[in-house]
């Protein structure tokens, strides 16, 4: 079964806005994570939300997680040039088995 | 710092030629992943892989595919014969205690 489903799928905002992206997944998790990707380049590891928790806090990141209706969202607050990135959530359940959605492309614009 | 080698960075190979795909995952750690991304989508699970044995495979991952890790060190994805769907960048990563994969940053394998 497919888990983390991201929206949108591409995310456009200028610089100093907030940017949203949500994920849905299907089953239970352990935890739920965020990865970013520039382009051509390794996912790299934002924050982790585990199952029993409903919001997270990290610099600029902001996380929340709602198992009730299998979904979370990452906040960007305050977005730089620097942002622009792919955004990936990954939902891990209790065997570790780890699976990506299809990611949201986020554009920073001057 | 931890560290993940993917080697080679890009791999360029003719239909139905093997192909190996290396990395040295971070050391001192028993679980490790191949994932792989066809270029501007999603990342898709391979296979996972701890204290030595395969703990998980998708789909994806049929006879065509194997892992190994031949030395303690090295972690290695082979694909028998590849094909040109195979085209993808491949993603190795170290589970930490965390809980959070630490990834290299891939190789590309180009099948033409």
């Known amino acids: 079964s497919q888990q983390g489903e991201e929206d949108p799928q591409a995310l456009s905002i200028q610089e100093g806005e907030n940017a949203t992206m949500n994920c849905s997944y299907k089953?239970?998790?352990?935890?739920l994570q965020w990865y970013r990707q520039n382009s051509g380049r390794g996912l790299v590891h934002l924050i982790l939300?585990?199952?029993?928790?409903r919001e997270k806090h990290s610099g600029r990141l902001r996380v929340t997680l709602d198992t009730s209706k299998k979904s979370s969202s990452l906040l960007i607050t305050a977005s730089r040039a620097a942002d622009t990135a792919s955004y990936f959530c990954a939902a891990v359940n209790r065997d570790d088995k780890i699976i990506f959605g299809k990611g949201t492309r986020l554009h920073i614009l001057p | 710092e931890p560290e993940v080698t993917q080697t080679p960075s890009h791999q360029v190979t003719q239909m139905g030629q093997e192909v190996i795909l290396r990395c040295v995952p971070i050391s001192n750690h028993l679980y490790f992943y191949w994932y792989r991304q066809i270029l501007g989508q999603k990342v898709e699970f391979l296979v996972s892989?701890?204290?030595?044995?395969?703990?998980?495979k998708s789909e994806i991952f049929d006879d065509q595919f194997s892992v190994e890790r031949p030395d303690g060190s090295n972690f290695t994805l082979k694909i028998r014969s590849t094909k040109l769907e195979d085209s993808a960048m491949y993603f190795c990563a170290t589970l930490l205690a965390t809980g959070e994969l630490f990834f290299g940053e891939g190789s590309r394998l180009t099948v033409l």
């Open positions: 892989f701890y204290n030595n044995e395969i703990s998980e």
């Open positions: 089953t239970s998790i352990n935890n």
């Open positions: 939300i585990r199952s029993n928790e």
